[in-house]
């Protein structure tokens, strides 16, 4: 396993703008780990005693079972930033989006299409099991880079060699010791999951600035982040549902595509030359494009062992595209992530790169 650098000593992910030098009411405090916007809630040697406090305020409420197999809320991609008191406003991670279920030490992580993370990224099922309290959590696993920057190319390669920074950042609270949150507005939830939540550790929580969305995303583009979320503080939780209420604003252009073949030319060597992808739209699925770079040997062999049971003869868009080369396609199931300069007219990629596959998503769950 090779040593990596660790996160290099600064307070922000802004390259040297913290979230306290941005206007707003919520600012981030510092920690010793640099890039984790995590705020400082004191030492807490009976975490039981916290819980009992927040929970005064529901004295008398109906109490309710741990919900299970919950899909999470998701958010509608608008295309400029802006400024409301009314919202509040996070990164946006590069990472895997996931549910996590805990119960007297029993944990459960759960990927956005309900398939279990425990295994995969089982450092962080360890830091759960160890956090004790009773809760249903939403947030984000990711890797952060040498400067504390979410790395989803990262996130890929710890998948398989366990190299980098892990991390769990956790944005939202839905269920805590028998009460039911998601009615509860999103202010409030934060709070909540703010007081309770770990020192230090793989987990993390994610902090919001109010009102001052113009100024955070050009932070966030000077950055060189993907994006950042917007979302209604009053907002309540919609599980499984895609709202307004939760918007996302992307600085970079990246593209989440289906993968639909493959090409590969005579004079090569490697497994294929390009990736055919597509993305779904109300008259099936549309040609975006084609993507040969951002491969290494081994995600390679691993993309062309998920695509040997999906191959077909039949075409998946409704009009063949011209790809310049023999194709091979597959049945549209997979999703990956690129990243590319701009779109041309014809809704064309330009100078496209591989990011790697969303191994959380599926075609059924594209967004």
């Not at 805590?176 to 020192?199: A, F, N, S």
Request: charged share 25%; aromatic share 10%.
């Amino acid at each position: 396993m090779s040593v990596q650098k660790k996160p290099s000593n600064s307070n922000t992910l802004f390259n040297g703008k913290s979230l306290k030098t941005l206007p707003g009411k919520k600012r981030a405090t510092t920690t010793k780990e640099p890039g984790s916007l995590v705020i400082a809630t004191g030492i807490r040697k009976d975490l039981q005693t916290v819980v009992d406090f927040i929970l005064r305020d529901f004295k008398g409420g109906e109490l309710s079972a741990m919900p299970t197999n919950l899909k999470p809320m998701l958010a509608s991609v608008i295309e400029e930033p802006f400024n409301d008191a009314a919202w509040q406003f996070e990164i946006k991670w590069d990472g895997y989006r996931a549910l996590s279920y805990l119960s007297d030490g029993d944990v459960s992580i759960r990927s956005r299409n309900n398939n279990s993370f425990d295994r995969k990224f089982f450092p962080v099922y360890e830091a759960l099991q160890g956090w004790p309290v009773n809760a249903v959590v939403d947030g984000e696993i990711v890797v952060l880079d040498s400067e504390g920057k979410p790395d989803f190319g990262g996130l890929q390669q710890w998948s398989r060699t366990g190299d980098g920074h892990l991390f769990y950042y956790l944005f939202d609270l839905l269920w805590l010791e028998g009460i039911d949150l998601t009615r509860k507005p999103l202010h409030q939830r934060k709070e909540i999951l703010k007081k309770i939540i770990p020192d230090g550790g793989l987990i993390r929580f994610s902090d919001s600035i109010d009102e001052y969305g113009k100024q955070f995303f050009e932070a966030a583009k000077s950055g060189n982040l993907e994006g950042i979320v917007a979302k209604r503080a009053d907002s309540i939780y919609q599980a499984g549902y895609r709202t307004t209420n939760w918007c996302k604003i992307k600085v970079e252009e990246r593209h989440e595509a289906i993968i639909c073949g493959y090409t590969k030319n005579k004079d090569t060597d490697r497994l294929f030359s390009s990736l055919v992808l597509g993305v779904p739209t109300e008259k099936g699925i549309e040609f975006i494009g084609q993507v040969g770079t951002g491969f290494t040997a081994r995600t390679q062999k691993e993309i062309f062992k998920k695509m040997n049971s999906l191959f077909t003869s039949e075409c998946p868009f409704n009009i063949k595209p011209d790809t310049g080369a023999p194709t091979m396609w597959v049945k549209p199931h997979f999703v990956c992530e690129v990243k590319y300069t701009e779109r041309t007219k014809d809704g064309l990629m330009r100078h496209p790169s591989f990011q790697g596959l969303r191994e959380d998503k599926t075609l059924d769950d594209f967004n």
